[in-house]
């Protein structure tokens, strides 16, 4: 089955600065790539995703790249926020087969924004 | 458009107890996939309901088991409660409209904290 290992499981940044999450997948037939934030007592909220026929994405501040030679995944934060400290999430899922709904999930980096 | 909503929010039970735990999607949404969160093991996927039919399930022993209704509102249900049931139940709602639709957003809803003792 799929694996998707996430880097690094803590992440100390100060306010402004850049933030940089990366995953690896295991399952080169994966092609739908989420990422989530948690906050204490929330559940996951998508922020962004990509397809695998996109090799990045942008949405103001927050940018997702695909590499899928490598099968290499990552999301870039710019100008950080005291309010993205959060738990955030990878994920992959193939769309196909029996995968329905399927996300696997890599073990999430607890990012926090120093004022 | 409100969001996934999951009922109750918090529950406490004890072992060898059963408990069902509810969900409602966005509305027009027609799949829901439920997680078990917990901090040794992260996300896992328990099972997906599309049209009242589970589509796909998970790793977990046959004590997990859920059903969707008509109106796409799904339950899940763990007999036989033990400890290491102890977690938070993540529901996930999506537009996916059937087989090679494409890829889909999930969306999660605030989840049922389980506490069994």
């Known amino acids: 089955g799929e694996n998707v290992e996430q880097h690094p499981s803590t992440l100390s940044v100060q306010e402004g600065d850049s933030a940089v999450i990366k995953c690896t997948y295991s399952?080169?037939?994966?092609?739908?790539f989420p990422w989530y934030k948690q906050e204490l007592g929330k559940g996951p909220q998508l922020i962004i995703d990509?397809?695998?026929?996109?090799g990045e994405k942008k949405d103001q501040r927050i940018a997702v790249t695909l590499n899928k030679t490598a099968k290499h995944f990552s999301l870039h934060i710019t100008e950080t926020q005291p309010e993205d400290s959060a738990v955030y999430f990878c994920?992959?899922?193939?769309?196909?087969?029996?995968?329905?709904?399927?996300?696997?999930f890599g073990q999430g980096t607890i990012l926090t924004v120093h004022p | 458009k409100a969001g996934v909503t999951q009922t109750p929010r918090y529950l406490i039970k004890t072992r060898g107890q059963q408990v069902t735990l509810s969900c409602s999607p966005i509305?027009?949404?027609?799949?829901v996939s439920w997680y078990q969160q917990t901090p040794g093991q992260g996300l896992q996927f328990l099972f997906e309901?599309?049209?009242?039919?589970?589509?796909n399930k998970g790793n977990f022993p046959g004590r997990f088991s859920g059903r969707q209704f008509s109106n796409s509102r799904s339950e899940m249900n763990v007999s036989t409660l033990e400890l290491g049931d102890s977690a938070l139940y993540l529901c996930?709602?999506?537009?996916?409209?059937?087989?090679?639709?494409?890829?889909?957003?999930?969306?999660f809803g605030p989840g049922t904290r389980l506490t069994v003792t």
């Open positions: 509305s027009g949404h027609r799949s």
């Open positions: 399952d080169s037939a994966s092609n739908y």
């Open positions: 994920a992959a899922r193939w769309d196909g087969g029996t995968s329905y709904g399927k996300l696997t």
């Open positions: 309901y599309f049209s009242e039919t589970q589509r």
């Open positions: 990509i397809r695998s026929n996109v």
């Open positions: 996930a709602s999506s537009p996916r409209q059937g087989s090679g639709g494409g890829s889909y957003e999930q969306y």
